[in-house]
């Protein structure tokens, strides 16, 4: 067994790390012996606890139930950012009365504090934070990266997913040499205290085991946009190396909370169709109980829909699909409608303590081309209606936008958590209507009528910004 074992490991290595062998061999050849044997594991089911049933489908896109031991997820769903085990600003029962179903979870920052351990010591995070629903947990690389070899491009990935398409580099900050990668580990720099850690695949789902999460990812590495096609198939390859070692080590240890959790598989190849591709059809191979899709995911919108066509087609059909770190209404509707259940970002919640609140209309019924209004604009000082006419979130019910606005402008950490409110009740509200729209085949319709008028005024706005006298 063990012989046999190290001869599949070698086999695969000089696929995909020896300089004899062109890294387009890992493209071309399909999956390794290793991955073949990984494909004997699939028969085992990580956990009882986990499942995902579609409902309903319309083209590729499907209505789904995804179960977990903290209840059950109605997919497609937002799935709100937690990052330290706090939804910021807004105490959990208010994020649930919101209609948020899921959370997600950092396990990069939980890691380095309060610790995994201090958490599991309090019964897992569901109960450190008194969250009783779902919570996804990355797998720590994307932060691994992005506060390292991210800072070190200058490229403000958490600042901006699409750097194409403004926000720009937001990170000058000093962050050179604070990640190292190698085959068996990252070494990387506390952003906190400045201390040493490493990371590997193991320690990742040991974190995660700790954090008690209902869906784990397993470990990768997140490559950059500016990183070039060779380095982000050999990065993909390491990380296809790093997914064997994640799924060995989960399915080799058990959970610590008493229930069971999952494991979803990461696809990276950055925005080049044939990594990306072949990325998606090793994951795909290797009985993981999900997928999620990570990584640079192109500099524009239409850019990360082409990676989504080169992604899905190469998944299993039965299996739930995450895409990481996107939630803006445009892209939730082409994702959802290439085959994506969950997605999370957290622009809604970011942009609501900025006071930018989510809105399909202005005032006088023109459309929004980013479904963005700013509270802080000086014309909703004496505006005394709710952020948006007839939503039912608790914000809208009780307060107006000049309250809200002057709570803004004046830092009350009040403004903040009811602005975030009402955006995690209008993800919540918009998911709905995708359900819905799915389950009646209308999804292409619905789409439409919520992005056109967008669309349009948005070509609008450049049209009139172009016709300015200078
Ligand atoms: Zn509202």
Redesign the pocket.
């Given at each position: 067994m063990g012989g046999g074992e190290a001869v599949d490991e070698r086999v695969h290595a000089s696929a995909f790390r020896n300089e004899a062998a062109p890294w387009t061999a890992f493209v071309a050849r399909g999956p390794p012996p290793a991955v073949q044997a990984a494909l004997a594991w699939a028969a085992m089911s990580t956990s009882a606890d986990f499942g995902f049933e579609i409902l309903a489908r319309d083209g590729a896109a499907r209505r789904g139930l995804l179960r977990t031991a903290h209840g059950t997820v109605e997919t497609p769903a937002f799935v709100a950012v937690a990052t330290q085990g706090s939804v910021k600003s807004v105490a959990p029962t208010s994020v649930r009365e919101a209609g948020t179903q899921i959370l997600f979870a950092n396990t990069y920052h939980l890691y380095l504090r309060p610790g995994a351990e201090t958490v599991a010591r309090h019964g897992g995070l569901h109960r450190f934070m008194n969250w009783d629903g779902p919570i996804l947990t990355d797998s720590g690389g994307f932060q691994v990266f992005s506060l390292g070899a991210g800072l070190e491009h200058g490229v403000g990935k958490v600042a901006s997913i699409f750097p194409g398409e403004g926000a720009g580099p937001g990170a000058a900050r000093a962050g050179q040499g604070m990640v190292r990668v190698e085959e068996e580990r990252v070494v990387f720099t506390s952003h906190v205290d400045g201390r040493r850690h490493v990371f590997t695949p193991e320690i990742s789902v040991q974190v995660q085991r700790a954090l008690g999460a209902d869906v784990a990812l397993a470990f990768d590495e997140c490559t950059s946009p500016l990183h070039d096609e060779r380095y982000t198939a050999q990065s993909a390859a390491r990380t296809h190396r790093w997914a064997e070692r994640s799924l060995r080590a989960f399915r080799e240890s058990e959970p610590r909370h008493g229930y069971g959790q999952a494991l979803y598989g990461v696809v990276q190849g950055g925005a080049y169709e044939r990594v990306r591709a072949a990325s998606a059809g090793v994951i795909g191979a290797m009985g993981f109980d999900g997928f999620a899709v990570g990584g640079n995911l192109g500099d524009t919108r239409e850019t990360m829909y082409r990676v989504l066509d080169w992604t899905v087609p190469e998944l299993p059909d039965g299996p739930p699909r995450h895409l990481l770190g996107i939630g803006d209404v445009a892209s939730v509707f082409e994702a959802v409608a290439r085959g994506l259940d969950t997605f999370d970002s957290v622009a809604p919640t970011r942009n609501a303590r900025n006071g930018g609140v989510l809105a399909r209309v202005d005032d006088d019924g023109t459309p929004l081309p980013t479904f963005r209004l700013n509270l802080k604009n000086a014309r909703f000082a004496d505006d005394l209606r709710?952020?948006?006419q007839g939503?039912d979130?608790d914000?809208?019910r009780h307060h107006s936008r000049a309250y809200l606005r002057h709570l803004l402008k004046a830092n009350e950490q009040l403004g903040q958590q009811l602005a975030t409110i009402?955006n995690l009740?209008f993800m919540a509200r918009l998911m709905e209507e995708i359900r819905d729209a799915i389950a009646a085949g209308r999804l292409d319709a619905v789409r439409d009528a919520w992005l056109e008028p967008a669309r349009e005024a948005a070509a609008r706005t450049v049209t009139a910004g172009a016709g300015r006298p200078s």
């Open positions: 709710p952020i948006e939503c979130c914000t809208c009402h009740r």
